[in-house]
């Protein structure tokens, strides 16, 4: 298994490629604002051939290079329908003071074709079982991706793409629209809590971590263990 990263050129999106080995077919996950050359530099180095693109959710910065790389290949981009109108319309899904920053000067344009992602489905794309967990409250269409992570530079049994649903020490913010703060806890008690503690996570914004670790060191996990029902 093939799994390698890179930080966004803004906000520090980590866009992620996937795929069974060099030189087949992968999955790119949250292609942000600025990751084309990365992007390109990466499919050659490890000759990879893009076969979709799967989309934790509809934050701009995590869909924004979506239309360029599915359009180029002809591609699918798969996203959970809760966020659907996010794609056709960034916007819906930004503060107002994000809007006004950015002014309508980023020329994004939505995928041509988009298919809807819906919980516990089970992917298989490019040789690769994906499943997907719908984990709302940083926005109503959040999903995690798991995949199986045995041989990859983690040589975990699993590894959970968390987007920003879970952080090394945090977890997404629940003040955007869409987002809910009950929401979130009741998703990660119910979606993340759940996983084994050697399942490696891959949040949408910085380190790597493991559940095991957040679970014994994240205040937002730690709390809802103590008190299940707290936020709920």
């Not at 906000?11 to 604002?33: K, R, S």
């Not at 050659?44 to 790389?69: I, W």
């Not at 959970?160 to 008690?189: N, Q």
Request: proline share 8%; net charge negative; hydrophobic share 40%.
């Amino acid at each position: 298994m093939l799994v390698t990263g890179f930080p966004a050129q803004a906000f520090g999106t980590n866009c992620y490629v996937v795929a069974a080995g060099p030189g087949e077919q992968c999955l790119i996950v949250d292609p942000g604002i600025g990751v084309l050359d990365r992007l390109e530099e990466t499919l050659a180095k490890h000759r990879l051939s893009p076969a979709a693109v799967l989309l934790t959710h509809g934050h701009l910065d995590h869909t924004f290079s979506v239309a360029p790389v599915c359009g180029a290949r002809g591609i699918t981009a798969y996203v959970h329908p809760g966020d659907l109108e996010m794609l056709a319309d960034p916007a819906k899904g930004l503060s107002a003071d994000m809007t006004a920053m950015f002014g309508g000067r980023l020329p994004y344009t939505a995928p041509d074709d988009v298919a809807e992602l819906t919980d516990g489905a089970v992917l298989t794309i490019a040789g690769i079982e994906v499943t997907v967990d719908h984990a709302p409250g940083h926005t109503g269409g959040s999903v995690l991706f798991r995949l199986p992570g045995e041989g990859s530079s983690w040589d975990a049994e699993e590894l959970c793409l968390s987007g920003d649903v879970l952080f090394a020490g945090s977890i997404g913010r629940t003040d955007l629209p869409g987002g809910s703060t009950p929401t979130m806890m009741a998703s990660l008690r119910d979606k993340i809590l759940p996983l084994a503690d050697d399942t490696v996570v891959l949040p949408g914004h910085g380190p790597a971590t493991t559940i095991g670790r957040e679970r014994a060191s994240n205040p937002y996990l730690r709390d809802l263990t103590a008190a299940p029902g707290r936020f709920l």
